[in-house]
Structures are given as structure tokens and as C-alpha cells.
């Protein structure tokens, strides 16, 4: 939230996950790969690199909302918060297909390592050489005042500034309840997904099938990200966030009821409805989808309610709360299968309801609209007072990317 704020973030999460890249490889140079010692030895170094990795996870996911406010207009701005919410999701799910080609025996492994560490030194160059801290001109009035007022370096005393920021954000009944909604249903699918081969062992369905199963849940989660996004950014369904939250939750909700509906569940132990693995890829698609299609709205409206918050920083809160969840219930899942599909099912109609509950505003849209009316009335006015000869050239430029 200071000057220049996301270009440091993303060059320092560069040269970080570069670095720990970097540290996973150094058993490889440092030792023979066929040394009875390497094992351990390896250990900690692959620890270090991992714990490097997750540390960049916050750095990831907090700025996109803002980043989206800063380069693109409000007409855009789901679309492009959509796209940097899925790219890591598309990077694990592309992961999962050329992993197993180019590790086929356990020998392989450093191979995958130094392809990560390829794909992380191409990210950190790309970051180093080119990242502009801000557009040219901004795109919104939003997007001006993160440029022109950085609460970061208000009051000379960013933490306590920080500080006051996040406690407005904790004491919003609104944003509470929908920030609460987008950790719980983020980190409770997440951890239930994880069980889709305990879950379809008893069907006889292949750990390989449920690998598969939860390949097409992710593909299909970034398609309906996509596809809600676009529809958030229609004039219709810019200030109808509520409801299509609601609805991708509710049909998420009908969509795993199916699912479990035909697998062993909490209270039957045998299936109610048959299933062959066209209903299972059927069904786990269609909770990835409208799964998927809820996330980036859960992002845009927490940014809108607490505007003129920073983005980051109502992103940021969402982003541990989901880790925190996802953390609580990596203790509780493992082999506790039939819980966590009763858990799921409870924990999502909650979500529901949160959602119904909050009130949404639309500050941040509403501020663009005003301010872009504004600068439309002095352009019109100016270009009145013009000679004709002019030909309708403005003297103050609009918006950057408004039409």
C-alpha cells in the first residue's frame, strides 16, 4: 500500500521463490543422488525451498484485486482479478499432467526440480526487467487514488495506519460475514477435495481415477471463474454481486449433494444413487465450476465494500483466513472421510446464508461512476468553449481505458 508498493511485492515474491527453488536443487550439486546419505541430507534443503514457496503464497494472492483496480477499467476489473486468481490453479493443474512424464521412476525427481527451477528464474527476469509500478494514466478513479494517496504513507505511521485499516475491516458485520464465507467455503473444499481417492476407494474407482477427477474439478472451477467474471463485468450485473455469489454456492451445494449422494456418506454406508465415473467426473466438475465461479466475486466484493480501503488489504485478511481453515482442517480430514462430507455440505449452506445475510455496497463502482461523469460534463463544457477549429479536441483526458 506505499508508492510502488506492488511492483516491490512482486519482484521481492520473484526473487524469493527463485531462491527457493534454487536450495531444492543444491542436494543434487553437492552429493550424489545414489549416496545412502543423500536422503537425509536432501531433506532439509527440500524442506527450506517449500517453506520458502508457501511463504510466497500470501504475496501471490493478496494483490490481485488490487492490481486489477490499479491497471484496469471497472468494466474489466473481474475479468482481470479472475485471471490472476487462476493462473496459480492452472499452473498445479498443468502441473499434474507433465509431472508424471517427466518424473516415470523416483530417479527422475531432480529432473522436476530443475524444471521448476527453470520456470522460476524465467518469472524472476521477467519480474526484474519489466514490471511497471503503475499505467501510464489511471484507469479510474479507484485506480487514481491508489496512485496519488497510498495509505501506507499517510500519518508518517504506516503500522498504525495499518493497524486502524485492518480493525475498520474486522469490525464491518458485511465484510465479515462474506470474508468468512470465501475462507470457509475456499478452505473446506480444498481440504475435501484432497479425500476424493479415500472417498472413492470403496466404489472401486483407482486413486489414478480420482487424480483425474480432481484434474477436471480444476479445470473446471478456472471456466467458471472465467465465465462468471465476464458476467459480473456486464452493466447488468455490475452491482449484482449478491446474487450471483449466492447462486454459484447454491449450485455448488446441489452439485456435491449429488456427489455424495453416490458414495458412502456420514450416515449411509453404501451409495443412494448409482455411479459410474461419467456422473463422478460429472458431478466433481460441476463443484469445481460454481466453486470457482464464487472465488473471484468473494475478492471484488470485500474490495468494494471497504473502498477506499486498499484492496490488498481486505484481500489480505481473506487470504489468512482461508489458510487458517485449510490449516485447522489438514488435523481433522485425514482419514475422516465421512465427516468431511458431512462437513462440506453444513459448512457451504453456511456460507450461504452469511452471503444472504451481508449487506452489499458497491462504493468503490460508484465513486468511478460519479467521478467519470464529472470529468464527462468538464470535457463537454471545455469542448464548448473550443474554436471550432479544434474539431472536438478535449483538453483533459479521460479515464484511461473507459469508452
Known sequence: ???????????????????????????????????????????????????????????????????????????????????????????????????????????????????????????????????????????????????????????????????????????????????????????????????????????????????????????????????????????????SLKILIVTSLTACVVSILWFELSVHTFFYDKPILPSTAVTIGLSTALIGLFYGASQPLVYEAIAEIMFPLPESLSASILVQFNNIVALILLFIAPGRDNLMNLLVLIIIFACIIMVVLARFSYRRRDEDERKRLEKEQDQILNQNNLNASSNGILSEPAYGTFS
Not at 500500500?1 to 527463485?18: E, Q, S, T, W
Not at 473481474?78 to 512424464?101: D, E, K, L
Not at 470457509?184 to 479425500?195: E, K, P, R, V
Open 1 to 239: 500500500n506505499k508508492h510502488h508498493g506492488i511492483r516491490r511485492c512482486v519482484i521481492l515474491l520473484a526473487i524469493v521463490d527463485f531462491f527457493a527453488a534454487v536450495i531444492r536443487i543444491i542436494p543434487q550439486v553437492i552429493t550424489d543422488p545414489s549416496s545412502p546419505h543423500f536422503s537425509s541430507i536432501a531433506l532439509p534443503f527440500l524442506h527450506a525451498g517449500q517453506i520458502l514457496n508457501a511463504a510466497c503464497g500470501p504475496l501471490v494472492m493478496v494483490p490481485v484485486s488490487q492490481l486489477s483496480c490499479l491497471w484496469f477499467a471497472p468494466h474489466e476489473r473481474t475479468r482481470a482479478t479472475t485471471i490472476a486468481i487462476f493462473a496459480n490453479n492452472f499452473g498445479s493443474t498443468v502441473g499434474f499432467v507433465i509431472s508424471p512424464y517427466i518424473v516415470s521412476s523416483s530417479d527422475r525427481v531432480p529432473y522436476l526440480l530443475y524444471v521448476h527451477l527453470a520456470f522460476a528464474f524465467v518469472a524472476c527476469v521477467l519480474a526484474l526487467l519489466y514490471f511497471p509500478a503503475q499505467p501510464p494514466s489511471p484507469p479510474s478513479a479507484a485506480a487514481e487514488l491508489l496512485i496519488v494517496n497510498p495509505t501506507g504513507e499517510q500519518n508518517g505511521n504506516a503500522w498504525k495506519t495499518f493497524a486502524k485499516d485492518i480493525w475498520k475491516c474486522l469490525t464491518n458485520p458485511s465484510f465479515v460475514l462474506i470474508m468468512a464465507a470465501g475462507g470457509l467455503s475456499a478452505g473446506t473444499i480444498g481440504a475435501w477435495s484432497s479425500l476424493f481417492d479415500i472417498i472413492l476407494e470403496p466404489e472401486h474407482y483407482s486413486e489414478k481415477q480420482a487424480g483425474w477427477f480432481g484434474f477436471g474439478s480444476s479445470i473446471a472451477g478456472i471456466v467458471g471463474g472465467l465465465a462468471f467474471s465476464v458476467l459480473a463485468d456486464t452493466r447488468r450485473f455490475q452491482h
